[in-house]
């Protein structure tokens, strides 16, 4: 089993020999804040230019928008046999992968994923053609509040800030087409929490074989999910953002007793929340000025303190007077902030002021939530499908949204232009597109209502990571000066470090696989664990490219959680940290059990010695439960024949004679041992030939053995490649003498059976 990390949300996993996407998606939000809003095509005659604009100390790109996508340039896509998509959000570049490039394999994802993947994919396309729809000589209001507050002129932008520009712009594609969203995702294949869907293996190491991959509830949203996949002898659980309490977002919880999840070979956890290094939810300062109001923090809350804080905020500031606007999209847990932000309106007296919603699928999206009743919590799915109350009617949707729409507390738009009525002039509450301020009618919102310190900007999306105060400023840049208030309330569906350990303890797994930026590798992420700093240090120091310098990390990291009693686990369960671009190979380590043989019928077997400590032998026979519960190695019939001989009594079979398999090992032997390069070396100096023993640089587990000998020589290239982990070993040589003569050596150091 491999493991590689392409971005923090973007693996490729080997499965017993199928290669396996896991999400496809890049490291930031797209688009990226490193453009200017609403930017239109430089250039009217079809050829893209953009140019660098400087907007109170940053450099942006002005130009036409691209989507980011992962980089994976250097990777065969079309040997990928299946993308497994866990959120709405990963549908995003799903296009760039089917439509333009080699990919060929299955996409798998839940039929709610999927039915509001499209419509996300519909939000994205949409919003990118208003844009270039917008007259090349009319500037929009964002364009010209921001031309207004430009920086003095300063040349071109520094060298490095150019290439992080050009690297930004050359990493990225242009938004694909109505017609890409339609064919890419007709490959989809839609499933229910628990439907095992198979996968048939095309590459060369499958041999024909079907993997199993099955989705089951991640708590993170409507059709979000984490992942089982199975093979003949390997199994991998990939658990994305979770949420334990699913009920907030309106969804199933995280699951973590399904029998599917038990006996895995290795975990992928991903996405775990960072803590926070002060209190995220601080009311910022009234004030002018770029930083007035601001309220950052290095980590988030759950989803459930969360919303709670943003209805109290968005409360506040309506009573003030005060405009309030959320740069969302329509989905996700959007869904749950809406719902709960109608009730909070109500009981705090405001449900006069009406909450609008805009964007190019808002209402596809209401409506599609109203749908998806097998997949939200149990207390919504109960309430709808319930017989109603005496007196009272039937509630047929798990969302009241209708019902808000029909009574005026909530108004639903494409666009700010297809508005019946306009905004009020104080106290208009808007969700509108797009998160990112790049696109959509929100940039045009903020502009104008930056002034007005009364007004909230409340963030609801992940942006920036740990270095959040340096996206916000990113962010805000092309709008400042900003003198409302604005606030990050993350709906941060990701488990906090304490419940993540909770969670691997529950599933127990054999080996724990986190992302090279999962904060369970910083020394923080660990004491919060387990409240011990030594264990923070034994994870820190191990490295997923060396497993057994991993595994003894993580052994220190156990004897420090024994010693303190505070442990991370309950099991021995080794870590492996990824590292971006190199593959975590991983050697399954299946659970052995024990079988006893008869006295009589082990008299007969021949050992033969592997290592001073250790002798084997092969055997062939059958195993049988006893009536004690242990098992029994019983000889199978071909075996009994050929060395045995039985009086017809049933003694044979009662005494369990096994026969010694020598007799067939010319079909097919084992060779057992473990050749070191030094022995090797001594043995080739005995015949004569001289010999290096050095370790390779190409691979960190391969050590060369190569004759030294002329460029004429029989010994030239010829090598022996040892390697660990359970990868193969090779011969190499361009001669047969050569091949006979390392072959001979090998031999000595092996046991053949």
């Not at 077997?605 to 019983?634: C, D, F, M, N, Y």
């Not at 060779?671 to 022995?679: A, Q």
């Given at each position: 089993m491999r493991i590689t990390e392409h971005t923090a949300t973007c693996f490729e996993a080997t499965v017993d020999g199928g290669r396996i996407l896991l999400d496809f998606r890049a490291d930031a939000s797209s688009p990226s804040p490193r453009y200017m809003p609403l930017a239109r095509p430089a250039a009217a005659d079809g050829v893209d230019t953009w140019r660098a604009v400087e907007r109170h100390s940053h450099w942006l790109v002005d130009g036409e928008m691209r989507i980011e996508v992962p980089p994976v340039e250097g990777i065969d896509l079309g040997g990928a046999d299946a993308l497994l998509i866990s959120d709405t959000g990963s549908f995003l570049t799903l296009p760039f992968l089917t439509e333009y490039s080699g990919f060929q394999g299955t996409v798998l994802a839940t039929a709610a994923a999927l039915s509001f993947g499209r419509l996300a994919m519909l939000e994205l396309v949409a919003l990118c053609e208003a844009v270039r729809e917008l007259p090349l000589d009319a500037a929009s209001a964002a364009d010209g509040a921001a031309a207004a507050c430009v920086d003095a002129p300063s040349g071109a932008p520094p060298p490095a800030i150019a290439v992080e520009l050009w690297d930004l712009v050359s990493r990225s594609k242009l938004p694909y087409s109505r017609a890409d969203v339609e064919q890419s995702l007709a490959r989809v294949h839609g499933l229910s929490y628990g439907e095992r869907a198979p996968i048939s293996l095309r590459g060369a190491d499958a041999g024909g074989s079907t993997l199993h991959a099955t989705p089951l509830p991640s708590g993170a949203a409507i059709g979000a999910c984490n992942w089982v996949i199975e093979g003949p002898s390997e199994k991998l659980l990939y658990v994305s953002a979770s949420d334990p309490e699913g009920q907030v977002l309106a969804t199933l919880p995280l699951t973590t007793t399904a029998p599917a999840l038990r006996d895995a070979d290795a975990l992928l956890l991903c996405n775990v929340r960072p803590l926070p290094r002060r209190a995220p939810l601080q009311a910022g300062a009234d004030g002018g000025g770029p930083a007035a109001g601001r309220a950052a923090a290095a980590g988030s809350v759950a989803p459930a303190a969360a919303i709670a804080h943003a209805c109290r905020l968005v409360c506040e500031a309506r009573a003030q007077g005060g405009h309030v606007l959320l740069p969302c999209s329509p989905w996700g847990g959007t869904l749950a902030l809406l719902e709960h932000l109608l009730h909070s309106l109500h009981l705090t007296g405001l449900s006069h002021a009406p909450v609008h919603l805009i964007s190019p699928v808002a209402s596809a999206c209401l409506s599609q939530a109203g749908m998806q009743v097998e997949w939200v919590d149990e207390e919504r799915r109960t309430r709808t499908l319930a017989p109603p109350a005496p007196g009272r009617p039937q509630l047929t949707d798990p969302?009241?949204?209708?019902?808000?729409?029909?009574?005026?507390?909530?108004?639903?738009?494409?666009?700010?232009?297809?508005?019946?009525?306009?905004?009020?002039?104080?106290?208009?509450?808007?969700?509108?597109?797009?998160?990112?301020?790049?696109?959509?009618?929100?940039?045009?919102?903020?502009h104008c209502w930056r002034d007005d310190p009364r007004s909230l900007l409340l963030l609801t999306t992940l942006q920036g990571g740990a270095d959040a105060e340096a996206a916000m400023a990113l962010l805000l840049a092309p709008f400042e000066p900003v003198r409302c208030r604005v606030q990050r309330c993350m709906l941060d569906a990701r488990l906090e470090p304490s419940v993540a350990a909770a969670v691997v303890e529950q599933l127990a797994p054999r080996r724990l696989v986190v992302p090279s930026t999962s904060p369970m590798n910083s020394d923080d992420g660990h004491r919060a664990m387990s409240g011990s700093a030594a264990m923070g240090d034994a994870v820190n120091s191990a490295d997923a490219a060396d497993d057994d310098a991993t595994h003894a990390a993580t052994e220190r990291l156990l004897e420090a959680a024994d010693a303190t009693g505070d442990g991370?686990?309950?099991?021995?369960?080794?870590?492996?940290?990824?590292?971006?671009?190199?593959?975590?190979?991983?050697?399954?380590?299946?659970?052995?059990?024990?079988?006893?043989?008869?006295?009589?019928?082990?008299?007969?077997?021949?050992?033969?010695?592997?290592?001073?400590?250790?002798?084997?032998?092969?055997?062939?026979?059958?195993?049988?439960?006893?009536?004690?519960?242990?098992?029994?190695?019983?000889?199978d019939a071909h075996a009994s024949a050929a060395t045995n001989t039985c009086d017809g009594s049933g003694s044979s079979r009662r005494d369990g004679n096994v026969g010694d398999s020598s007799a067939g090992a010319?079909?097919?032997?084992?060779?057992?041992?473990?050749?070191?390069?030094?022995?090797?070396?001594?043995?080739?100096?005995?015949?004569?030939?001289?010999?290096?023993?050095?370790?390779?640089a190409d691979e960190a587990d391969c050590t060369l053995v190569e004759l030294v000998g002329g460029s004429e020589g029989a010994g030239r290239g010829a090598r022996i490649e040892l390697r660990s982990g359970g990868s193969e070993s090779m011969l190499v040589a361009t001669s047969l003498e050569a091949l006979a003569l390392l072959r001979e050596v090998m031999m000595e150091s092996l046991v053949e059976l």
């Open positions: 969302f009241p949204f209708d019902e808000h729409i029909l009574q005026g507390r909530l108004v639903v738009a494409s666009s700010l232009a297809d508005l019946e009525a306009p905004l009020p002039a104080a106290g208009a509450i808007v969700l509108a597109t797009h998160p990112s301020l790049r696109l959509g009618d929100a940039p045009n919102l903020l991370l686990l309950g099991r021995r369960c080794p870590a492996s940290r990824l590292v971006r671009g190199k593959s975590c190979r991983m050697v399954s380590r299946r659970t052995h059990q024990l079988a006893f043989m008869p006295h009589s019928a082990a008299v007969g077997v021949q050992l033969r010695t592997v290592t001073p400590t250790i002798k084997a032998a092969r055997l062939s026979g059958v195993l049988r439960t006893e009536r004690s519960g242990h098992l029994a190695l019983l000889p010319a079909e097919s032997s084992i060779l057992l041992g473990t050749p070191k390069g030094e022995r090797l070396v001594a043995a080739l100096i005995r015949r004569g030939v001289e010999a290096t023993v050095r370790q390779s």
